[in-house]
């Protein structure tokens, strides 16, 4: 049962993507199993720096299948610019699949989205815009149209048009929006459609038949944990279904959780988020600046890959950090952008939260406690020494050390991997993954 699945354990953006790209050296198969284009990689390795949206990060070994599993929402048109844009630098993509069975984001879902967040006003999620939401939102309702439509007329026409008429209605009525035309949106999606066909397979037999010859398939989360309906900070989380938490994997490609052999967390060295909601040990001094803007000049520092929004930036948030690693079932930790950290001289991680005089240890549910958290720190030496060049755990400064081995102490899981800058030798292995 050799599947691995990597997921990010915060906020999203944690770096699963050079994560991914690493571990994928020894899968046969990479595929994303949730979300949609909101989600944003990047990926730095010898041909330079990629931005991927919905393409697995194993595409740049041209022997590995990629997939795109069913549990992902598909917008056609990123997906068939994401392809030309790999192919014109010269990466091989002809070894990605598409998932018959995955939804489709359509122009309603993009425009709902945005009629959605502007209705909400001050209460605005912050969404990417993206219209992964309203996507989701209709796969539930039962009203999604999947790519195996795109494929088949005598399906995508009815289905097109019932639905069509229903979300006029939506946005006209709910929102006073105009309306979108039939025709248009019917010839543009058949065209994708046309497009994609080379692309769609039944993406589970291929994971299947992989197993079967034992070997090892690695599933690609998108998003942060923190960021899921059920266990996030809702009602500002993303709308996926299945999440991207570890449980959510299995249902993205169509395995069951005894398949599952590892469960990789992903977590930034600090916290980021983008979008609104509660952020315990959001920083809003000279330090979040530093932190955002190390690396700014080479297209590293926090601004979101997908909108270019500025990160909120945050101390390690030992306790929602913990809460994600039991709900996941993390079974390793992964740490990025360990070199964000370096030269500062003290570093804070909160080990508890102080709400209404008392003290939690994981995530209250309701939003009104998440905002009156006051986060308990524990203060650290910092330390001086660049980290970018260190590739073995004993040659990291000594303050370094102890505050990874202070981040594992706290979460009780084991910390493998460690990332010290974009490129793909910046890493520190401390356990082999697989
Ligand atoms: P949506 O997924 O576009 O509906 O946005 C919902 C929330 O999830 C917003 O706070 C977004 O900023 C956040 N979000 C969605 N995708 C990502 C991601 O890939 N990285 C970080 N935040 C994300
Ligand atoms: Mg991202």
């Known amino acids: 049962m050799p599947v691995v699945v990597v997921v990010g354990g915060q906020w999203g953006d944690e770096g699963k993507g050079r994560i991914v790209d690493l571990l994928a050296r020894k899968a046969r198969v990479v595929a994303r199993y949730s979300a949609g284009n909101n989600a944003g990689h990047t990926i730095v390795n010898e ?3 990629f931005k991927l949206h ?3 990060a194993g595409i740049f070994y041209p022997e590995k299948t990629c997939l795109i599993g069913n549990g992902v929402a598909v917008d056609p048109e990123v997906l068939l610019a994401e392809i030309a844009q790999l192919e014109s630098r010269g990466i091989d993509t002809s070894k990605l699949a598409v998932s018959d069975r995955a939804h489709v984001v359509m122009p309603w879902h993009r425009l709902i989205d945005r009629l959605d967040e502007e209705q909400r006003g001050d209460e605005a999620i912050g969404t990417t ?3 992964i939401g309203p996507c ?9 149209v999947r790519v195996a439509d795109l494929l088949e007329n005598e399906d995508l026409i009815p289905r097109m048009r019932s639905v069509l008429t229903y979300q006029n209605r939506v946005i006209t009525g709910v929102y006073g929006g105009e309306p979108l035309d039939f025709d248009e949106c019917y010839e543009q999606y058949r065209e994708y459609g046309r497009q994609l066909r080379p692309f769609v397979a039944d993406t589970q037999t291929i994971v299947v038949d992989a197993l079967r ?3 090892y398939v690695l599933l690609e989360g998108a998003q942060g944990s923190l960021l899921d309906l059920d266990h996030g900070t809702y009602e500002y989380v993303t709308s996926s279904v299945p999440s991207s938490t570890a449980g959510g994997a299995t249902l993205g490609i169509g395995i069951g959780p005894t398949d599952v052999q590892r469960a990789v967390g992903v ?3 600090y916290c980021t988020r983008v979008g609104n909601g509660a952020f315990p040990t959001e920083l809003f001094d000279e330090t979040a600046a530093r932190l955002r803007d190390h690396g700014k000049d080479f297209g590293r520092g926090e601004y979101g890959t997908t909108t270019g929004r500025p990160r909120r930036i945050g101390w390690f948030d030992a306790v929602a950090a913990r809460y994600s690693v039991r709900f996941n079932g993390l079974s390793a930790l992964a740490l990025t952008r360990l070199d964000v950290l370096d030269g500062l001289p003290a570093l804070k991680l909160c080990t508890g939260y102080s709400v209404d005089g008392g003290v939690l240890q994981t995530m209250p549910a309701s939003t009104s406690a998440l905002n009156r958290i ?3 720190y524990e203060e650290l030496p910092g330390w001086d020494e660049p980290t970018t060049g260190v590739r073995t755990f004993d040659d990291l400064p000594t303050q370094a050390q102890v505050y990874v081995r202070r981040v594992e102490t706290l979460l009780g899981v084991p910390v493998d991997l460690i990332s010290v800058g974009p490129e793909r030798e910046q890493a520190i292995i401390v ?3 697989f």
């Open 374 to 376: 006051k986060p308990i």
């Open 213 to 215: 010859d034992g070997d």
């Open 431 to 433: 356990n082999p993954i």
């Open 129 to 131: 815009g993206r219209g």
């Open 136 to 144: 989701f939102a209709d796969k539930v309702a039962r009203r999604g």
């Open 267 to 269: 977590f930034k060295s």
């Open 47 to 49: 041909r330079g720096e």
């Open 54 to 56: 919905l393409v697995p």
